[in-house]
């Protein structure tokens, strides 16, 4: 059981360059999140889907777009990528009827550096 | 949401119970505390979780008063393989909508030999 998986692990663009940060989860879970952690500090919530078709923005959603392709997978795009874009950014999942129900189940981060 | 405050950092010794306190005094009703644990380089990973009194598993327990104001963390008998960063994390379990779930900055504990 994969449980979350994220890809690319690292990846290392151009100021100005975009790119998708796609996740899957094999769990059948409702809701899915991304988050971003930079150097030493604590996670920050940037969207996150509810349920399949429904997207919602967090603390930091300016920069990024996502898409909730089907209910296993969760995108992440970033349309012009800037170096305070540079960071760790983590998928998680969680089970429910359409909402938090305890656990959260991350992925193992991809880590993106900006140029 | 409840916002949460934790101390930054903490510093124990192998064989000790390392406490770690969390104060969320907005906490609502139907939230639910959790803790999470992350070692560098890993996405965090579910302890514990409760929602008033005590709560205990094979890693942890989680003592929460009745006011639910705050909550705390116990890792007994720690080990080297402790040394990580904790974080609160208050939600309610039943929202239909979903949850805008945000992350305190944690408690990064070090354990030394």
């Known amino acids: 059981n994969a449980g979350v998986t994220q890809t690319p692990k690292f990846q290392v663009l151009k100021t100005g360059q975009s790119m998708t940060l796609q996740c899957a989860q094999d769990m059948n879970h409702n809701s899915m999140y991304w988050y971003r952690q930079d150097p030493g500090m604590g996670l920050r919530l940037i969207y996150y889907s509810a349920s399949e078709g429904t997207t919602d923005k967090g603390e930091v959603p300016n920069g990024y777009n996502v898409s909730r392709l089907n209910k296993r997978e969760f995108s992440l795009r970033l349309e012009s990528a800037a170096p305070s874009q540079t960071s760790v950014y983590f998928c998680?999942?969680?089970?429910?009827?359409?909402?938090?129900?305890?656990?959260?189940?991350f992925g193992e981060g991809s880590r993106l550096t900006v140029l | 949401l409840a916002k949460t405050t934790q101390p930054i950092s903490m510093d124990s010794y192998e064989g000790q119970e390392v406490n770690i306190t969390c104060s969320h005094n907005?906490?609502?009703?139907?939230?639910?505390i959790t803790w999470y644990q992350q070692f560098p380089s890993q996405g965090p990973r579910f302890i514990i979780q409760g929602y008033k009194t005590k709560v205990t598993n094979e890693v942890a327990s989680l003592f929460i008063p009745a006011d639910r104001k705050s909550s705390t963390l116990s890792l007994p008998r720690v080990s080297l393989s402790d040394t990580a960063v904790y974080y609160c994390?208050?939600?309610?379990?039943?929202?239909?909508?979903?949850?805008?779930?945000?992350f305190g900055g944690g408690t990064r504990v070090l354990v030394k030999p």
């Open positions: 907005n906490i609502a009703t139907n939230d639910y």
């Open positions: 998680a999942s969680s089970a429910g009827t359409g909402g938090y129900t305890g656990e959260l189940f």
């Open positions: 994390l208050v939600g309610d379990r039943g929202k239909a909508a979903g949850n805008k779930l945000t």
